[in-house]
């Protein structure tokens, strides 16, 4: 079984940083797609960016592109996402997910996913 585990997040000021962390076990399929989603309050739930296990293919939403970074380290079985000039938009619960495919990662259907760590823009 596969297990996430966030960390990272909390308050930052508009323009600022942020690094979120996803430990992860368990992920051995090399057809599995690993990502990170979101849901603000009020919102849906948005697919932010996404990654192939074998890392040739990535995903970002529009909303993020040029901001957020996807990465992973696989020595550390861990997966990142690096948030630049945030905006009070980006307020949210974050999440890193699994899902069998790219298809059903950007589709919201995910296999497994962690508990989340809430992020906030606020000046």
């Known amino acids: 079984q596969v297990q996430l585990v966030e960390s990272g997040g909390g308050l930052v000021q508009p323009g600022g940083s942020r690094r979120l962390s996803c430990a992860v076990s368990g992920f051995t399929s090399d057809y599995y797609v690993i990502g990170w989603f979101r849901q603000g309050p009020g919102k849906e739930r948005e697919i932010v960016a996404a990654m192939s296990y074998e890392g040739q293919y990535t995903y970002y939403a529009d909303s993020v592109k040029g901001r957020f970074t996807i990465s992973r380290d696989n020595a550390k079985n861990a997966v990142y996402l690096q948030m630049n000039s945030l905006k009070p938009e980006d307020t949210a619960i974050y999440y890193c997910?699994?899902?069998?495919?790219?298809?059903?990662?950007?589709?919201?259907?995910?296999?497994?996913w962690g508990h989340g760590t809430q992020v906030t823009v606020s000046s």
């Open positions: 997910a699994t899902s069998f495919r790219m298809a059903s990662m950007m589709n919201g259907e995910y296999d497994y």
